[in-house]
Nanobody, 115 residues
């Protein structure tokens, strides 16, 4: 069984920064693609950013250069640097890892941005 554990969420003032981390445990050597998604109350889960083993990144349109995704060489951990946060970024942020038919999700970490 594969588990993803997120950390780093919390409460921050508008304009502030946070760094989210996600590490995999269990029967997985590495993920082909890892990423972050978010879901605010009453909305659908949306893409924040993904990164492949080759380092190719993809970001949601709303990111606009404020966030940076990275991963470790073992391809079992992924990070998300959040800068210039606004109240609209308030959501639960979920870590995701994919490899073949495996599609794993973390439990989520709350990010709250106060105005």
């Amino acid at each position: 069984q594969v588990q993803l554990l997120e950390s780093g969420g919390g409460l921050v003032q508008s304009g502030g920064s946070l760094r989210l981390s996600c590490t995999a445990s269990g029967r997985i050597l590495s993920f082909t693609t890892m990423g972050w998604y978010r879901q605010a109350p009453g909305t659908q889960r949306e893409l924040v950013a993904t990164i492949t083993g080759g380092g190719y990144t993809n970001y949601g349109d709303f990111v606009k250069g404020r966030f940076t995704i990275s991963r470790d060489k073992a391809q079992r951990s992924v990070y998300l640097q959040l800068n210039s946060l606004t109240p609209e970024d308030t959501a639960v942020y979920y870590c995701n890892g994919r490899s073949g038919e495996l599609n794993a999700w973390g439990q989520g970490t709350q990010v709250t941005v106060a105005s």
